[in-house]
């Protein structure tokens, strides 16, 4: 599946940002506004300048509505809350290149807030992977001790874990050391 830079920048930085949430293993990350700006700094989120409450809420509902996304039973699910979500941002396709990015689309308005920056842009990269038909790629973690969020773009579509190097060797050692003490008996 190809994937255009700014669009797999968007689906890693909405992946993020659904794994902030209360129910992560880590608790709620964007609790704080400090937390927001951190995030916003740490994806590149540009445009931001000064947040306040008003902005972390927005971003904390946001988030929630992803989420859903990430949660949908069916293609045609996923796409309507997508409509819902981008429609709500007041999306505003521009070409942009800054940054030492070529040319690629920010679908944002250039006074947007934060969370309407992260709505559009965010929410057409989840459109992307719906049009495309693989809405089954917005997985969450099959490891029992973790639901995080997680996009698949393995060739096969085979990838289980959010993560190979923690949760996915925690439980394939777990199991090799259940296999021995099995043997072992």
């Known amino acids: ?36 700006y951190a995030f916003a700094e740490r994806h590149r989120v540009s445009g931001v300048d000064t947040l306040g409450d008003k902005d972390l809420r927005a971003v904390q509902d946001v988030r929630a509505r992803f989420a859903e996304i990430f949660a949908a039973p069916d293609a045609r699910t996923a796409a309507d809350l997508v409509n819902s979500l981008v429609a709500a941002a007041g999306t505003t396709p521009q070409l942009t290149n800054h940054d030492g990015y070529d040319w690629h689309v920010h679908y944002f308005a250039p006074d947007a807030s934060v969370a309407d920056h992260l709505a559009a842009d965010c929410g057409m990269a989840l459109a992307f992977i719906v049009v495309a038909g693989e809405q089954e790629r917005l ?11 997680f996009v698949d773009l393995s060739r096969n579509r085979s990838r289980r874990y959010c993560s190979s190097r923690t949760c996915g060797n925690r439980l394939h050692v777990a199991a090799y050391r259940a296999r021995r003490r099995e043997a072992a008996r």
């Open 139 to 149: 997985r969450r973690c099959e490891a029992p001790d973790c639901r995080d969020a």
């Open 1 to 36: 599946m190809l994937i255009p830079h700014d669009t797999r920048i968007a689906l890693e930085t909405v992946v993020d940002l659904v794994n902030t949430a209360p129910e992560s293993e880590s608790g709620d990350e964007l609790a704080e506004l400090t937390a927001l």
